[in-house]
């Protein structure tokens, strides 16, 4: 089997900007990608803070931009999916579909999805966001309701406050489990209302959201709140299971790296949403694709030959 | 005096990019740039890595994007320098030219330079760079030279050996200070040859390098070598003086952070070139301006009022 120098798994921001860095060095690199376009960005309609656009930008047009890119510098792209990736001799083995490739060096960029509630909505309504970073802006003088009372859930909140008249925190439980003074300033704050003991059961509107349905888990009583965004914060799931027996992760399933994208295995990097990290957006990302594919190039240069 | 949440020091990537992010966020934000185009990517002719340009884009018409990005989120650009910060009553107090600015939170994105050779043809000629990352690409099938013993020239050297069909590393010791694996593989290269005990006297050209005068330290002997590009690589200097005496820098002075981008002091964050960092690219600084302006943001949020 042709064992080739660095294989990079995801086409997304993270994989893009790792090919884009790793095929302008001239490295042996093959990236793979499942095909279906799962990455975040690209099924993101506006992205406004990726610096140097100041229009913005539409999340599968940057992916398309930065595939042209990696193109242009020679990456070779293939469409598969990676089912695992195992240490064999030294030499990392993935498995796909119906082949395997080695490679002595891998970067794992798969991403990560937001955890979703499952309710009816959720999937075609316009208004239904999973980062007030990203979309907070968009919801000026509105009212918005935000689900979850962890600390993104209420750092959220409060950051929506600058935008919206008014933001629901909708919490399952009668207590937030965000840091005591974050907590303070939400119910201090107020455009804040926490709606506590209490669920989404259905998510309304025509092609925006225009109000929720919503339970209390006490008395079982079902209510509606007229609001035009709902930010989601129950969690997100790592796509870090090719890796995962191989690689630490931490509580979430995140691939746990050093600053330079070294996961506890010398010869895999992680970059992008799939590693632990405190901000997920799209510069960050592409920051963590190039640092992983130059950190493989110095650890290919370091190894010994042969 | 008026005391605003968040002053960014820099109008280079990192501090555009944070400004971007206060911005759009509605911090009360004020970014301070000494307005000479002093920004390493604003005095680059064509930048072919920043993930999103498949063909490139000029170092001043990106910061200009940028620029224009930023201030459509509101972002207010004063023109000044800025001489020192100083923490007084737990706030900051900046003194520029003829007034001074008080924050509640500072981000330090000043930027480095690399250090010059201090040698004729060095600032006006083309074929002249400081990363071989950045430039080494344009170089297919020339000669070149690198200046310098360490790991980065040694690094680069190796990696440049890719693009041109011979490298000199011209170096004024006997030994190179670089790691032992990676001076091997220099040692062994064919592509490589060292020019030992040998400083540069001048750069020679008309509007592009053609080659080098040097000197062998050892016999005051002077001779020519013919390259088109020389990379220097003879240490880079931080502007990190105006916090120096507030924040933990390493030994060549740049501001030591975590990965949020926070310093020893907290309400002060450092993004870019100017911190302590593997990898100093345009995306890389861009990234740091971002999650440095998301942590000055919960950083202010978790402030006890008053």
Known sequence: MEIRDLLIIGGGVAGLSAGIYAARGKADVLLVEKGSPGSQAATTDSIENYPGFPDGVDGPGLIEKMKRQAMRFGLRILTDTVKSVDLRDRVFVAELNDRCIAARSVIVATGANPRKLGVKGENTLAGVSYCATCDGALFEGAKVAVVGGGDAAVEEALYLTRFASKVYII????????????????????????????????????????????????????????????????????????????????????????????????????????????????????????????????????????
Request: charged letters at 25%; proline letters at 2%.
């Open 171 to 306: 919490h399952r439980r009668d207590t937030l489990r965000a840091a005591a003074v974050i907590s303070k300033r939400a119910l201090e704050n107020g455009r804040i209302e926490i709606v506590w003991n209490t669920v989404v059961k259905e998510i309304e509107g025509k092609e925006v959201v225009d109000g929720l349905v919503v339970q209390n888990v006490a008395t079982g009583m079902i209510s509606k709140i007229a609001v035009e965004g709902l930010f989601i914060y129950v969690g997100t799931v790592p796509n870090s299971e090719v890796v995962k027996r191989l690689v630490n992760v931490n509580d979430q399933g995140y691939i746990i790296t050093d600053e330079d994208m070294r996961t506890s295995i010398p010869g895999i990097f992680a970059a992008g949403d799939v590693r632990r990290k405190s901000l997920r957006q799209v510069v960050t990302a592409a920051s963590d694709g190039a640092v992983a594919a130059v950190s493989a190039e110095k650890y290919l240069m370091a190894l010994t030959p042969g």
